[in-house]
């Protein structure tokens, strides 16, 4: 069977899972099977239709499975999102049409992607630059004390770290395809720690400098994490230096360190974290209501979960939101709660499979840059989730940043399909046939 | 590279499985702990979703409570019956974690048992609803209880001496169990529930007891002899008869049936404090009646000490026992022990448990559960059952107990009138206990009513006595 062939049939269990999740829905709602819900799951099928036949055009070589495994993921984001809010799940499904019309866009804008290499010095400023416009006044968006998006009148909120991710994934794919050696070779030891020359690896600093300044200026640390996690992920596939990783993790610590201890936000979030039940902060503002109301939906949930539809976001005859943000970072502690454990974990595995997927197109490619950029996109997609789930499962602090492709979002799910249409280009690249 | 990606893919495997690792932590392993936590307030949903069962008195049609929906698929508590049936049922709001009677006491049959396969399946059905509770109680007695109060501070509490099964539990003033909050400081009415939690003194009601005692330990017969002079000193202090009535030597037969103070504390003094304590923990005394009931409203009866009104310990030295033979000397009872008494001698000396639930009915209408007659205790020989029941109908027929006659069906009977307040008020707490028919007995009943000015047993709780046996009587109860 051919690999477009693999993806069509692969295609099959993501239409199934958004029909019947509507129609569960559906069923809880009005005990009545509306044919709404079939509709919209033929409308989701009909969109991945179209993009695995711009695939097909396009892409004849690429991975048979990172569009289905993604299909899985946002049909069954959008059917959580309805779930939660209805009105939100139109939104998400324009998203998801204007998400696909960039995915098919950047495919082909970008059939041979090495030329974004020419662009990466523009690519990082413009990177860096919108990531810092949530700060500005007046356009800046601050959200359970974090500036995490910017206004974009008739759209909304935009969150530009989504983008930021893969500019900045590009530039460092782009410096260290150039640089890795001179890392490696360049530099000096001291005490068995090899010093890197400062004019190669001055851009790198200058990136975990940005890290942390997101965490100062934004007050985000969830996007700081992702960022700074996918830079050392990079680095050390890159140069193969675990020494970079322990100095860059130890670097981050201490800013870490220093912020949790000396930035109110901050502090609170770490305390939030580490005592999420305790009375006087659950009743805080910013306090620990979010992570512990978060936690108890989950223990709700059980083996099994409560079923599709079961979940309790606002008491009942009031208008008292139990779980904030439930579309949004929350959205894990509702999967929970409603699909029990084994669909929490269903869900990871599927993310696991995306990721492998990815780390598979960048060890077959033949160029450094190819396997650079497959390796910093899925690895940033990882650390993302892990960030997120981290969060909400009381891994690590709990940080305002999207499930990839399931969380209400319109920035989230744009952004996540370019990233998806880059990965599918490498992908096609490195399972092209030779030619002679 | 490719070692540094597969070193990184194991790097981020081994971080989701951290994430399976916390996942299954918050959703089975800590799942129960996390469920009681008292911030989680998904669990008091889950209970405000609940439809509890319906409570239905023992006509099967009346009902007590019910559930009608709230909202957001959440149900609320309604009872029809009100004030009448408020102290035995009780009420539950969930909202408030707050609940009393058999609310509280049947609540796990109300709310449903969940097994552990409905516990994995019951999301598929939309709403949980309670099993039903069927009380033993009879809303015609219950009514006829109250009215006959009508409107006095009191308690009536009868009961199936043969099963145990509680008909009328009625205490007044009693409260709305449909209000918010209806026990807080600022409710009207009260949910002090006389029938189980006052502290009454069971006066010559208490003579009963004493009878038994003497006659089930061998030591008297009804027919004994004893000198009924008056007054005579008792623990140091004179003790008089009412009137101060020399009735000079007469049979225990004749001192029950003219409730001879005089004779009865003699008795109580001979037959001794091991033994009357000994036959005060046979009819339940000093513990609390294993009543459906919660616990913390219900009192046991004892004996309490004149000097500080604290408990004394049982067969205490500091005891009046010739007083306490007679119903005074600090005995502290409630209306259900005394009703508990009655039943005794009424069931041949056999004490059946107290219950107020009758059976269980899921809501597909299967009975799952029937509540059984038990033995409570073995109180005394049937002989001596016999003996008393015998003395007590006389008392009904030619004593102080003539004003609860009616219809010719033969009472067995006690009454009681205690003092209250200060000496010379002429206040008095009127008490009457009994069952009918004496031959064949149905019902057992004490009435005790808080206050009185110059009542007795006979003229105020017996009135009462005889409304409610007669209604109960008349249903065929």
Not at chain 1, 343 to 366: D, E, N, P, Q, T
Not at chain 1, 407 to 421: K, T
Not at chain 2, 34 to 61: E, F
Not at chain 2, 148 to 158: D, N, T, W
Request: aromatic share 8%; with cysteine; glycine share 10%.
């Amino acid at each position: 069977m051919s690999a477009r062939n693999r993806e069509l049939v692969a295609l099959i269990p993501a239409s199934l899972l958004v029909t019947a999740g509507f129609a569960g829905v559906f069923i809880q709602r009005s005990n009545v099977l509306s044919n709404v819900s079939l509709t919209y799951g033929a409308i989701f099928l009909g969109l991945c239709l179209g993009a695995h036949i711009v695939i097909r055009a396009t892409l004849p070589h690429a991975d048979p499975y990172l569009f289905p495994l993604v299909a899985a993921l946002a049909c069954f984001g959008i059917v959580m999102v309805y779930r939660i809010d209805s009105a939100e799940a139109r939104r998400q499904a324009e998203w998801f049409v204007i998400g696909l019309i960039l995915f098919a866009g950047t495919i082909v804008a970008f059939r041979d992607y090495r030329k974004l290499e020419r662009y990466r010095y523009t690519i990082v400023v413009i990177s860096l630059v919108i990531l810092a416009l949530p700060r500005v006044p007046g356009i800046g968006q601050y959200t359970n004390g974090a500036y995490l998006a910017i206004r974009v009148p008739g759209l909304g909120g935009f969150q530009p770290e989504e983008f930021a991710k893969i500019g900045l994934v590009i530039f460092l794919a782009s410096y260290l395809r150039d640089t890795r050696q001179v890392l490696v070779t360049g530099g000096r030891r001291i005490l068995g720690i090899t010093i890197p020359p400062i004019k190669h690896f001055g851009p790198i600093l200058v990136i975990w400098g940005v890290a942390m300044a997101i965490m100062v200026l934004l007050s985000d640390m969830g996007s700081s994490l992702m960022l700074y996690g996918g830079l050392l992920a990079m680095l050390y596939v890159a140069t193969g230096r675990i020494s970079f990783v322990v100095v860059g993790l130890a670097a981050f610590a201490l800013g870490a360190w220093y912020l949790g201890t000396h930035i109110t936000h901050v502090h609170a979030r770490v305390e939030d974290w580490l005592h999420p039940f305790n009375p006087r902060l659950y009743s805080a503002g910013l306090g620990s209501f979010q992570i512990a109301n978060g936690i108890f939906a989950q223990a709700a949930g059980g083996l099994f979960g409560t079923g599709f539809g079961q979940a309790v976001l606002i008491f009942p005859g009031t208008n008292y939101h139990l779980i904030p943000a439930p579309e949004t970072d929350m959205i894990y502690a509702v999967i929970a709660n409603e699909l029990g454990l084994f669909g929490a974990v269903a869900v990871l595995v599927v993310y696991l499979l995306f990721i492998a997927r990815g780390f598979k197109a960048a060890v077959i490619s033949r160029d450094s840059f190819s396997t650079l950029l497959a390796t910093g996109l899925s690895a940033i997609v990882a650390i993302q989730v892990f960030v997120i789930v981290g969060g909400v499962t009381r891994v690590i602090p709990l940080t305002g940043v999207t499930l990839p492709f399931i969380s209400y979002g319109g920035s989230s799910i744009v952004a996540n399909f370019v990233l998806l249409a880059l990965l599918l280009l490498v992908s096609d690249r490195a399972r092209r046939p030779y030619r002679r | 590279m490719t070692s540094q990606i597969v070193r990184l893919f194991t790097l981020i495997v081994a971080l989701f499985a951290l994430l399976v690792v916390f996942t299954t932590r918050w959703t089975v392993i800590d799942a129960s702990k996390l469920d009681n936590n008292t911030l989680n307030r998904l669990t008091l949903v889950t209970q405000l979703r609940i439809k509890r069962g319906r409570i239905l008195a023992d006509d099967g049609t009346t009902v007590l409570a019910r559930s009608v929906p709230a909202g957001g698929g959440t149900w609320r508590r309604v009872y029809p019956t009100d004030q009448l049936f408020a102290q035995p049922v009780g009420y539950s709001d969930a909202l408030e974690g707050q609940a009393a009677g058999l609310e509280q006491s049947d609540g796990g049959d109300l709310r449903g048992l969940q097994t552990g396969l409905d516990s994995i399946f019951g999301q598929l059905t939309r709403t949980r609803t309670g099993d039903d509770v069927y009380t033993t109680l009879d809303p015609r007695g219950q009514r006829a209880a109250a009215q006959a109060l009508g409107g006095q501070e009191g308690s009536v509490v009868a009961l199936n001496p043969r099963t145990g099964a509680i008909l009328v539990m009625y205490s007044n003033p009693s409260y709305n169990d449909n209000g918010r909050n209806p026990c807080g400081p600022r409710a009207p009415g009260s949910c002090f529930n006389r029938a189980t939690q006052a502290n009454y003194e069971p006066g010559s009601t208490f003579k009963v007891v004493t009878a038994t005692a003497a006659i089930d330990s061998g030591l008297y017969t009804p027919d004994s002899v004893i000198d009924g002079r008056s007054p005579i000193m008792v623990s140091g202090v004179p003790l008089e008869n009412d009137g101060n009535q020399n009735w000079g030597p007469q049979s225990l037969t004749t001192a029950m049936i003219n409730s001879i103070n005089t004779i009865f504390a003699q008795v109580a003094e001979r037959v001794g404090r091991g033994t009357m304590t000994e036959y005060m923990k046979r009819f339940g005394f000093y513990s609390k009646p294993p009543l459906d009931y919660p616990p913390d409203a219900i009192r046991p009866s004892d004996v309490h000490s004149l000097l500080n009104g604290r408990p004394l310990p049982p067969a205490s030295p500091d005891e009046d026992i010739g007083r306490i033979g007679i119903g005074q000397g600090g005995v502290s009872v409630t209306p259900l022990q005394m009703a508990m008494v009655a039943a005794a001698v009424a069931n041949g000396g056999r004490l059946m448990t107290p219950h107020l639930t009758a059976r269980v009915v899921n809501a597909d209408g299967v009975t799952v559960k029937t509540v059984k007659p038990t033995v409570y205790s073995q109180v005394m020989k049937a002989s001596t059952a016999a003996e008393v029941t015998q003395m007590m109908t006389k008392v009904v027929e030619e004593g102080t107990g003539t004003t609860v006659q009616f219809g010719g069906i033969s009472i067995a009977g006690k009454t009681g009138t205690a003092s209250r307040g200060a000496p010379g008020s002429g206040l008095t707490e009127p008490s009457f206990l009994a069952f009918a028919p004496a031959n064949d007995p149905k019902v057992a009943i004490d009435v005790i009513v808080d206050q009185s000015h110059g009542g007795y047993g006979a003229t105020v709780a017996g009135p009462i006595a005889r409304a409610v046996l007669q209604t109960l009587l008349s249903e065929g109860k």
